[in-house]
């Protein structure tokens, strides 16, 4: 079967395309002015449809980008003056409550003095109502002590002489003179001591 192949080819010759001469990478000539009016009539209707539009597609992406960093840009630009602003509010914020609790500490001093000499005033009231009292408590003691001890030197008074002082004048005048020589003997006996 490969004599008859090799037979074929021998009469055959002429007809084979590399036996001519041709090479393997040079086309035909008609091969090769028919492919550059197929390209360039793609290369036409590719510049005068296609490229347009893939321009104006870019153009489009390449504003929204610019647009997009000077937004961002924008927004960089406003968020670092918000901040420089509430930095400045904080800092504000922070002078004004020092001087609330200074005001405050002041407040709070004026307050303990005020209430401290309000209870030193009290302090003395009560203590000048309590020597009133006891002033007036001792008066009242030493005025029962007189009458009474009146009382008693009047009964001694009538059991020693045997009679009955009937007279208020000689009465009172006998419990005076009972009581001053008492305060006497009080008096010298605190002196002796």
Known sequence: MTNVIYL???????????????????????DLVWSLVVFIIIFLLFWKFVLPKFQEVLAEREDRIKGGIERAESAQAQAKAALEKNNAQLAEARAEAAEIREAARQKGKEIEAEARANAEAESRRIVENGEKQLQASREQVIAELRNDLGQNSITLAEELLGEELSDTTRRSNTIDSFLSQLDTVSARSATRK
Do not use: M, Q, V
């Open 8 to 30: 074929l080819a021998a009469e055959e010759a002429e007809d084979f395309p590399l036996e001519g001469g041709n090479s393997i990478l040079l086309p035909k000539n008609y």
